[in-house]
């Protein structure tokens, strides 16, 4: 299972990016899809995620300005980044849960950049 991260970026305060993870390889079971960030010395946190069923979860510092979606045909979900902070500068990585019989597997992309200049 291979997962590509792209869509980061330098946006000025106030701005809108849409990061996109296409995933690929023989997945039978996802359990999720989300999207994590990681800023400067700080431990990664999660930011959104969508199950299989739809429903999605945020992080409170995004909610009202990010959207995470997906598009199974393309076997990829994004996340679109509205009104956009300096706080929001980290490296953004998508993560694929899948369901085995040993439990919750994860998986991991290579990170794409955000920085939000003020």
């Known amino acids: 299972v291979q997962l590509q991260a792209s869509g980061g970026g330098l946006v000025q305060a106030g701005g809108s990016l849409r990061l996109s993870c296409v995933t690929s390889?023989?997945?039978?079971?996802?359990?999720?899809m989300n999207w994590y960030r990681q800023a400067p010395g700080k431990q990664r946190e999660l930011v959104a995620g969508i199950t299989s069923g739809g429903s999605t979860n945020y992080a409170d510092s995004v909610k009202g300005r990010f959207t995470i979606s997906r598009d199974t045909a393309k076997n990829t979900v994004y996340l679109q980044m509205n009104s956009l902070k300096p706080e929001d500068t980290a490296v953004y990585y998508c993560?694929?849960?899948?369901?085995?019989?040993?439990?919750?597997?994860?998986?991991w992309g290579q990170g794409t950049l955000v920085t939000v200049s003020s």
């Open positions: 390889g023989i997945i039978f079971n996802i359990k999720a």
């Open positions: 993560n694929l849960l899948e369901n085995t019989a040993w439990g919750p597997v994860g998986y």
